[in-house]
Antibody
Framework: EVQLVESGGGLVQPGGSLRLSCAAS????????MSWVRQAPGKGLEWVAN????????YYVDSVKGRFTISRDNAKNSLYLQMNSLRAEDTAVYYC?????????????WGQGTLVTVSS | DIQMTQSPSTLSASVGDRVTITCRAS??????LAWYQQKPGKAPKLLIY???SLESGVPSRFSGSGSGTEFTLTISSLQPDDFATYYC?????????FGPGTKVDIK
């Protein structure tokens, strides 16, 4: 059974940093593109970033470029999102999602999400 | 960047109704479009991929169509479990975009 379990969310002050993790199981993690998607309270879904199987390609939504870094550790079956210079507008539930063998693939499995709150 | 729009933003319907949601892309995305269902407090669930392919385990009352810039999601006979918010998503490029969502509620 495919499982994605996010962790690392919490309350952080504006300008602070946080590192999210996503533990994957039930599939060959190293064979799939992976993404982070967020959802602000009461709002819609926003794709944040994705990463190729070997980590050689990474893409970001404009609003997080230069502040967030996506990475993965295939030996640990884990996906990460390092978030720096956090702003109030980064407050959201962050989901880890599995893509496919190619970047042009839908997100077929999602974690339960972890809440990040940026507030003083 | 590719922008996605959806209409309507809210749809009130009754059990048994046929429901259609429209999604438009700001430029051609071929058939690289997915539809997701999300219920409050839950993660999104993939329903349709490549515009018209039904994800495994999804009831056949859900169907998708379209290509290029205009797409539709149809629920042939709305069931109580289908009251939720629906999002389209383009994955044509390396960066993805979601539509703003369509909430289907009880009439």
């Amino acid at each position: 059974e495919v499982q994605l379990v996010e962790s690392g969310g919490g309350l952080v002050q504006p300008g602070g940093s946080l590192r999210l993790s996503c533990a994957a199981s039930g599939f060959t993690f190293s064979s799939y593109w992976m993404s982070w998607v967020r959802q602000a309270p009461g709002k819609g879904l926003e794709w944040v970033a994705n990463i190729k199987q070997d980590g050689s390609e990474k893409y970001y939504v404009d609003s997080v470029k230069g502040r967030f870094t996506i990475s993965r550790d295939n030996a640990k079956n884990s996906l990460y999102l390092q978030m720096n210079s956090l702003r109030a507008e980064d407050t959201a539930v962050y989901y880890c999602a599995r893509g496919g063998w190619y970047s042009s693939s839908p997100l077929d499995y999602w974690g339960q999400g972890t809440l990040v709150t940026v507030s003083s | 960047d590719i922008q996605m729009t959806q209409s309507p933003s809210t749809l009130s319907a009754s059990v048994g109704d046929r429901v259609t949601i429209t999604c438009r892309a700001s430029q051609s995305i071929s058939s690289w479009l997915a539809w997701y269902q999300q219920k409050p407090g839950k993660a999104p669930k993939l329903l349709i991929y490549k515009a018209s392919s039904l994800e495994s385990g999804v009831p056949s009352r859900f169907s998708g169509s379209g290509s290029g810039t205009e797409f539709t999601l149809t629920i042939s006979s709305l069931q109580p479990d289908d009251f939720a918010t629906y999002y389209c998503q383009q994955y044509n490029s390396y960066s993805y975009t979601f539509g703003p969502g369509t909430k289907v509620d009880i009439k």
